[in-house]
T-cell receptor, first 114, second 115 residues
C-alpha cells in the first residue's frame, strides 16, 4: 500500500538559510499534519491542513510557513534557519477531519542546521 | 484541554514475557485513543485505536490495549514480547467532544525486550 512520502530525507543547511520540505500524503487522504521531533522528544505539532485550507496551528515559528496544494501535497517552508531548528520533521496524513481517524506518518526529513 | 501521560520513560521485559506500557489521559469529551510505535529514524506507525465499543482493542503485531474509563487509562499490552518489539511507543488522545482534532501525544515509552 502507498505510504506518506517525504522529501528530502536528509537536509543540511547553514544558519540563516532557507529550507523547503515536501510531503505527499496517502492517496485520498485530505488532511496533512506537520510535526517537529527533537532528540528523545515526542512529536510537536506545527500545523495542519484539511482540504487545502489551514485547519489547526500549533507551535510553528513565524519563520515557518506551509501550504497544501491542489494535488494535496504539502510543503513546509523554513526561513532564517537557526541551530535549534535541527530536528526530524514528520508529515502525517489522515482521511477526513474527524477525530476517529488515525494518522499515517511519513519517514521524516532530518534537518541539520550548522 | 486534553493531555496524555506515559509514566514510564522505559520498560524492560524479557523475551517471551508479557509486556505492559502504561498510558493515562484527560479529555473533556469522549476520548479517542491511539497507540503508535516508532523504530529508530523512522516515522510513527499506527498500532491500534479505541473509538467506541469493546474496551479491549486488538491491533497490529499481536498488541492489544484496554480502555478503562473509570481509571482514564489505555494501557498497551502483549502476551509474549519479542526482541523485535523493542522501540519507542507513543500514546495519543483526541477529544471527541469537539474543538481541535489535533491529537496530543505522550512523551513516549522506550520498550526494551531482552533476549
Amino acid at each position: 500500500a502507498a505510504g506518506v512520502i517525504q522529501s528530502p530525507r536528509h537536509l543540511i543547511k547553514e544558519k540563516r538559510e532557507t529550507a523547503t520540505l515536501k510531503c505527499y500524503p496517502i492517496p485520498r487522504h485530505d488532511t496533512v499534519y506537520w510535526y517537529q521531533q527533537g532528540p528523545g522528544q515526542d512529536p510537536q505539532f506545527l500545523i495542519s491542513f484539511y482540504e487545502k485550507m489551514q485547519s489547526d496551528k500549533g507551535s510553528i515559528p513565524d519563520r515557518f510557513s506551509a501550504q497544501q496544494f491542489s494535488d494535496y501535497h504539502s510543503e513546509l517552508n523554513m526561513s532564517s534557519l537557526e541551530l535549534g531548528d535541527s530536528a526530524l520533521y514528520f508529515c502525517a496524513s489522515s482521511l477526513g477531519g474527524t477525530p476517529g481517524y488515525e494518522q499515517y506518518f511519513g519517514p521524516g526529513t532530518r534537518l541539520t542546521v550548522t | 484541554a486534553q493531555s496524555v501521560a506515559q509514566p514510564e520513560d522505559q520498560v524492560n521485559v524479557a523475551e517471551g514475557n508479557p509486556l505492559t506500557v502504561k498510558c493515562t489521559y484527560s479529555v473533556s469529551g469522549n476520548p479517542y485513543l491511539f497507540w503508535y510505535v516508532q523504530y529508530p529514524n523512522r516515522g510513527l506507525q499506527f498500532l491500534l485505536k479505541y473509538i467506541t465499543g469493546d474496551n479491549l482493542v486488538k491491533g497490529s503485531y499481536g498488541f492489544e490495549a484496554e480502555f478503562n474509563k473509570s481509571q482514564t487509562s489505555f494501557h498497551l499490552k502483549k502476551p509474549s514480547a519479542l526482541v523485535s518489539d523493542s522501540a519507542l511507543y507513543f500514546c495519543a488522545v483526541r477529544d471527541g467532544g469537539g474543538g481541535s482534532y489535533i491529537p496530543t501525544f505522550g512523551r513516549g515509552t522506550s520498550l526494551i525486550v531482552h533476549p
